[in-house]
């Protein structure tokens, strides 16, 4: 094998290796990043959740109980 042959291997190799590591800590950014938005969407929904769960019950307070329609003769 000549040095050219040599260089053009190595340099491929480099090349590859290169693009592949790039790739690969690319795309765990991008994990990353999606698992912290994820969370933070989560959390916002679970309080909004709960802040309508209160809603609701200072809602049926305020109506009190629901009218019979219908009611027996004493």
Not at 7 to 13: F, G, P, Q
Not at 23 to 47: H, K
Not at 48 to 72: C, F, M, Q, Y
């Amino acid at each position: 094998m000549s040095a050219e042959i040599v260089a053009v291997v190595l340099s491929a190799i480099g090349i590859v290796l290169t693009l592949g590591t790039s790739m690969f800590l690319g795309f765990a950014w991008c994990v990353r990043r999606t698992d912290a938005v994820e969370e933070r969407v989560s959390t916002r929904i679970d309080n909004l959740a709960h802040e309508v769960t209160e809603l609701k019950i200072a809602v049926a307070r305020l109506e009190g109980p629901v009218p019979h329609l219908l009611t027996r003769p004493r």
